[in-house]
């Protein structure tokens, strides 16, 4: 049996979880500023991270996000 994904946000309110592993990802993103990847802190669709990045550079003009790709889970190997 799977477990409800329950997402919370800032105000400490319940989100009802919008979760299809067909169609939404976590998605990796790079501002302009930083050399490193960061991770979205929800899934997202192809349009939903579009939105997301224009939302953000619109918010953060100074550092926006200038580059993103779908976040894939790799198996490590030793």
């Given at each position: 049996m799977e477990a409800d994904l329950v997402i919370v946000n800032s105000e400490n309110q319940n989100i009802p979880p919008v979760v299809n592993k067909n169609k939404v990802w976590q998605w990796l993103y790079k501002t302009k500023n930083s050399p490193l990847w960061d991770i979205t802190p929800m899934y997202?669709?192809?349009?939903?991270?579009?939105?997301?990045?224009?939302?953000y550079n619109a918010q953060i003009q100074m550092n926006p996000i200038v580059d993103y790709g779908r976040a894939k889970i790799t198996k490590s190997t030793k």
């Open positions: 997202l669709s192809k349009r939903g991270i579009i939105e997301y990045v224009e939302n």
